[in-house]
């Protein structure tokens, strides 16, 4: 096949169906490869399916289907699922976690051509054993694994050793369109936001113990929802902070960029990442930055240039630098233009579909 020609067969996605950075990066990646290959999403997982996903696939001719995952490994649903998009006939089944693997082995034992691409989106720092079992696994049955970033693999590769040896991996970052980013952006003086699920991986309780020092003056915008939510609630009336906080609750990506882009300070608090989509989307908006300094931030926000890093969980360490950005408005121009550069020169999701076609294809 030469190169830039259409596939012939479907490229199909195994996508967790519930909100968050790793449904958006899939679907940004399923959208950008429209143009050269038919797309096809299962959506998998114990929380239903999102509508945003849903109108997403729809307004995108993006054949899909919602799986319920079950307790346990749920080999009968992935079996389901395999047997679904058998029907498709994809050259190539990309399973964007660990545990989805099994109805690409399935696929691939009943199809015989299909390439299994696994994809690891998980943050190390929030793995369990089961989890570290499953990464394991993943490479022996995969024939071809994608890593985020190289920090990421490097990670992977000291807890487990034997992957050196394993030839067939590639880093392909997540990617954005661009264009659906306005820069600069028109934010709402001393308005800071965070946005991201409130579960245990994310620090929502420091931000806003940090965020009830800055006084009256400041607002306070949260966009997600979870179990902990409630709880969080909670600690603003505790605080004497509620009228000036905002729980928005769970927005479609479109609502989540308008929200975001009235910000003057994107914050993200949290106890480790991957690769962090609302980082990437706070720095197409030119946002300044200030996160917590842990596994899959520091990779994508250089201190003092695209943002300002923090310890994590100290409060008074992040109340110090929201006063630095939110004071000092030469900093944050500085910020915002660097942000923006980064975004520009390392978020493209024709790339990251590139690199991807590339291992398709066998190049």
């Known amino acids: 096949m030469s190169v830039g020609a259409r596939l012939s ?6 996508v967790f169906s519930g909100v968050g950075g790793l449904p958006t990066s899939c679907l940004n990646l399923a959208i950008a490869a429209k143009k050269d290959s038919e797309q096809v999403i299962a959506w998998y997982g114990n929380e239903p399916l999102a509508d945003q996903h849903r109108v997403a696939c729809e307004t995108n001719q993006i054949p899909y289907k919602y799986f319920l995952k079950k307790p346990g490994l749920d080999l009968l649903t992935q079996i389901e699922i395999g047997r679904w998009l058998k029907e498709m006939n994809p050259c190539s089944i990309v399973c964007h976690a660990p545990a989805s693997l099994f109805c690409g082995i399935y696929l691939k034992y009943f199809s015989g051509d299909t390439k299994v691409i696994g ?43 034997f992957l050196k040896f394993v030839k067939k991996r590639t880093v392909i970052p997540n990617g954005l369109d661009l264009s659906k980013f306005q820069f600069p952006a028109t934010s709402v003086p ?5 946005q991201g699920r409130m579960v245990t991986g994310k ?31 909670q600690i603003c009336i505790e605080l004497r902070i509620e009228s000036r906080v905002v729980f928005h609750g769970t927005l479609s990506n479109a609502e989540v960029i308008e929200q975001m882009s009235q910000w003057e300070c994107f914050v993200l608090s949290t106890y480790g990442e991957t690769m962090s989509v609302a980082i990437m989307e706070a720095h197409a908006l030119g946002l300044p930055v200030v996160a917590s300094a842990v596994s899959g931030v520091t990779s994508a926000v250089e201190n003092n240039v695209t943002g300002l890093l923090f310890e994590v969980g100290n409060a008074e360490a992040l109340l110090e630098k929201l006063k630095d950005v939110l004071h000092d408005s030469k900093s944050r121009q500085n910020l915002s233009m660097a942000a923006r550069q980064r975004a520009e020169n390392c ?5 990251s579909w590139a690199q991807f076609r590339t291992i398709i294809e066998g190049r």
Do not use: C
């Open 190 to 194: 001393g308005l800071v936001g965070m």
């Open 119 to 161: 994809v690891e989106h998980h943050s190390n720092a929030l793995k369990g054993l089961k989890e570290w079992i499953l990464s394991a696994l993943a490479p022996l049955v995969s024939d071809h694994m994608v890593y985020l970033s190289n920090e990421y693999l490097n990670q992977v590769e000291k807890k487990l050793p």
């Open 9 to 14: 067969r479907p490229v199909a996605h195994i």
């Open 347 to 351: 978020y493209s999701i024709d790339r």
């Open 203 to 233: 620090d929502y309780e420091t931000l806003i113990r940090a965020f009830a020092g800055l006084g009256s003056g400041f607002s306070l915008s949260l966009i997600g929802d979870g179990p902990d939510r409630a709880r969080l609630e």
